[in-house]
């Protein structure tokens, strides 16, 4: 069984960063401004080992692959942004990893088709850059998923390499699905899988993806993530934010220990559909980049996230699931990554380790 852990492309200078956010901006800036919005909030969450890299280096990505499978994680899950026929963004990492066939992971492609606005900054109405659908952008987005189809690193099940499309319920999904068989048919890949969050897909377009994977922490509701969003909604309507800010710690702080249970039911549930694809959550705190209309797990450790790693490789194997997701290897300003940080140390890798040599070791006996 194979796991792919979602990798973030933000870290290096990029024109279109440049363009919207400023000369060399890159989501390390907002990792370290962040502040602690409460005693004993654990922000900033800075990276330990790796630094704060470049990922323009081809020595980095082969650092962060060898990292991982020397910890059991398997592969990336690249996101991938293609915007039209000419423009694409943040997208030197992956092409990195596609001319250096030295640097040993497997790896799929996170198509997010999504419109850029200014959502960090709490503007949701300001476009950066539109997201188009084109034919012109279809065949450029097939084009170059099929360079990366033909590399033996990339992820295929039964020989048909693996697509996802972030967001289905943009496009005509039936349509989309058959004009890329189409285009890439003759690029010689007839056979190609496709995935999506099951939350971002309507119901008849669930029947014609191949798998519907988990993404946490938006795909299960709690009671607390409806205070959250209650007191996230007032904070906006407001100019004069001082007096809610003080409530923050009880509206928007969760426990990570509850939720690994409420969620490892949930997913166990959800996992008995073929389809479904089982995603843990390497903990949540996305106020680096939202401040207080962020929300995050208080009590996360790496001794919870073992927990969720077991039940997730248990469940995966009851149900003959082919893979399963972590979400996600580098996202640093969500507070939401495998690798070594200075609050955590080696300590998220080395649990999911431990849950992957048990799996293992059940296997054999």
């Known amino acids: 069984m194979k796991v792919f852990s979602y990798y973030l492309p933000q ?15 890159t989501d390390w800036v907002t990792t370290k401004n962040a502040v602690p919005l409460f005693k004993g909030h654990k922000q900033p969450l800075l990276p330990a080992d790796l630094g704060y890299y470049d990922l323009r280096s081809v020595d980095v990505l082969d650092r962060q692959a060898k990292l991982a499978k020397r910890y059991g994680v398997d592969g990336f899950a690249f996101y991938h942004y293609i915007f039209d026929a000419e423009t694409s963004s943040l997208d030197t990492p992956i092409k990195n ?23 960090w900054i709490g503007d949701d109405y300001t476009f950066l850059y539109k997201q188009s659908y084109d034919d012109l952008t279809l065949k450029k987005l097939v084009e170059d998923a099929c360079w990366h189809f033909a590399d033996n690193r990339y992820f295929k099940i039964d020989g048909k390499p693996l697509f996802y499309i972030h967001d289905p319920m943009k496009v005509d ?9 189409k285009y890439s048919s003759l690029m010689g890949f007839p056979n190609v899988l496709f995935a999506a969050p099951d939350i ?16 946490p922490p938006g795909d299960f509701s709690f009671i607390s993530m409806k205070i959250h969003i209650l007191y996230r909604k007032i904070l906006e309507k407001l100019k004069n934010k001082d007096f809610f800010n003080e409530y923050f710690k009880f509206a928007s702080s969760f426990s990570y220990s509850k939720y690994v249970r409420d969620y490892s039911n949930y997913i166990f549930k959800k996992s008995t ?31 919870y996230f073992r927990e969720q790693s077991i039940n997730a490789f248990n469940m995966c194997k009851k149900y003959n699931k082919d893979f399963f997701m972590i979400k996600a290897w ?12 200075m609050y955590y ?21």
């Open 330 to 341: 580098n996202e640093w300003a969500e507070g939401n990554v495998l690798e070594p940080s």
């Open 173 to 181: 999904f039936n349509e989309f699905k058959r004009m890329f068989l």
């Open 11 to 25: 870290f290096h200078p990029d024109e279109m960063n440049d363009l919207f956010w400023g000369e060399n901006f």
């Open 97 to 119: 990893l596609r001319n250096n066939p030295h640097i040993d992971i497997d790896y799929f492609l996170c198509w997010v088709n999504a419109d850029w606005t200014k959502a």
């Open 200 to 215: 971002h897909s309507y119901a008849n377009q669930k029947s014609e993806l191949d798998y519907l994977f988990g993404y």
């Open 273 to 303: 559909k073929t389809k479904y694809i089982p995603t843990i959550l390497t903990g949540w705190d996305n106020t680096a980049r939202y401040s207080h209309r962020g929300f995050l797990f208080d009590d996360f450790n790496s001794k």
């Open 345 to 365: 140390g080696n300590s998220i890798l080395e649990s999911f380790h431990d849950a992957k040599k048990i799996f293992l070791n059940n296997q054999i006996n």
